[in-house]
C-alpha cells in the first residue's frame, strides 16, 4: 500500500513539474503565471526528490533514479535561491549545505561508476554516474567559490537561475522520455537518443535566452 502511494505522488509529481515548468519557461519572466507556476515547479521537484529518495531506499534500488533525482532537485534548489541572494550577505546555512552536498554527491556517484565498470563492466553505468557526477560536482563547487565573493556580478542571479532551472527541466524531461517514450517508439540498442535528445532540443534555446538577456540588460 505505501509502496503505491509513493510511486503514485512521485508520477503526479512528476507531471506537475513538466507542466508547471513549461509554464514558466514560455510565460512573461517576473509576472504572476511565470511565478506561480515557477513556485508548484520547485515544489513538485522537492516531491520527486524525496519520493525517488524512498524508492530507490524501501522498495527498489535505481541508480538512474537516484542520479536524475539529485542532479535535478539540486539545479532546481540553486536555481531558484539565487532569486533571494542576489548579495553575498543573503546566503543562507542551508545554500552552502545543499552545494557541499552536490560536491559530496558527485564525488560518490564518480566513484560508484568506476566501480559497477571495474566489477560488472557496465560502461552505462560508468557514462551516466560520472557525467551527471561531474556536473554536480563542479556546480556545486562553483556555488562554494561564488559564497565566498564580496562582491557579484550585476545581474549574477537572473543568468543563475534562468541557466540552473532550465538545466533542471532538461533533467525533468529527460526522465520522463527514458522511462516512457520507448514504450511507444523502441529503437532497441539506438534507445540511447531519448537521453540526449532533451539536452540537444532545449540547450539551443538557453543559448539563445543568455544573449538575448546580456543584450538587454546591457552587459
Known amino acids: 500500500m505505501i509502496d503505491n502511494i ?7 509529481a512528476g507531471v506537475i513539474s513538466l507542466l508547471t515548468g513549461l509554464i514558466a519557461i514560455f510565460a512573461a519572466k517576473g509576472k504572476t503565471i511565470h511565478n506561480t507556476a515557477g513556485k508548484l515547479y520547485y515544489i513538485s521537484m522537492i516531491i520527486i526528490f524525496i519520493t525517488a529518495i524512498l524508492i530507490t531506499v524501501l522498495i527498489k534500488f535505481n541508480i538512474f533514479l537516484t542520479v536524475v533525482a539529485i542532479f535535478s532537485f539540486f539545479m532546481c534548489f540553486t536555481g531558484y535561491r539565487s532569486l533571494k541572494r542576489k548579495k553575498p550577505n543573503q546566503v543562507k546555512w542551508f545554500d552552502k549545505l545543499a552545494a557541499y552536498l552536490a560536491v559530496g554527491f558527485g564525488l560518490s556517484l564518480i566513484a560508484y561508476g568506476i566501480y559497477a565498470y571495474v566489477k560488472y563492466q557496465n560502461i552505462g553505468t560508468l ?14 563547487r562553483n556555488d562554494i567559490k561564488h559564497f565566498k565573493k564580496d562582491q557579484y556580478d550585476k545581474m549574477w542571479w537572473w543568468f543563475h537561475h534562468l541557466n540552473f532551472m532550465l538545466t533542471s527541466f532538461i533533467a525533468v524531461v529527460t526522465a520522463f522520455t527514458v522511462n516512457n517514450i ?12 531519448f537521453w540526449i535528445v532533451p539536452t540537444i532540443i532545449i540547450l539551443p534555446f538557453i543559448i539563445r535566452w543568455n544573449k538575448f538577456y546580456k543584450k538587454k540588460f546591457k552587459l
Open 6 to 12: 509513493i510511486i503514485s505522488t512521485h508520477v503526479v
Open 127 to 140: 557514462i551516466l554516474s560520472c557525467l551527471f557526477g561531474f556536473f554536480l560536482f563542479q556546480n556545486g
Open 182 to 193: 520507448y514504450k511507444v517508439i523502441d529503437f532497441g540498442s539506438f534507445n540511447f537518443v
